[in-house]
């Protein structure tokens, strides 16, 4: 069963940057591709971007040119650099692994407690 741990949260202004961390237990880190979501209150989750073993990397359209994705295979972590914040950025993230389909992307059945993003002035 692997695990995820999501930091780098917390209170930032709008235009204001932080960077997300997501550490995974476990082996075999590499093999899969890994993604970030978000839940804001009252929403679903939603896919933010992912990036593929081969470093390939998708974005939401709400976060392309602000957000960069990236990932260190000997830390077994993800990264996710949040640049330009908006309010509507607003949310728990969380990060998973997973494959992408060539369509879509399919996450695993676990995740972690996620890492709070506020953005207000």
């Known amino acids: 069963q692997v695990e995820f741990v999501e930091s780098g949260g917390g209170l930032v202004q709008p235009g204001g940057s932080l960077r997300l961390s997501c550490a995974a237990s476990g082996s075999a880190f590499s093999i899969y591709s890994m993604a970030w979501y978000r839940q804001a209150p009252g929403n679903q989750r939603e896919l933010v971007t992912f990036?593929?073993?081969?470093?390939?990397?998708n974005y939401a359209d709400s976060v392309k040119g602000r957000f960069t994705i990236s990932r260190d295979n000997a830390k077994n972590t993800v990264y996710l650099q949040m640049n330009s914040l908006k309010l509507e950025d607003t949310a728990v993230y969380y990060c998973n692994r997973g494959y992408y389909t060539g369509r879509e992307f399919r996450p695993g059945n676990s995740w972690g407690q996620g890492t709070q993003v506020t953005v207000s002035s």
């Open positions: 990036i593929t073993t081969g470093g390939s990397t």
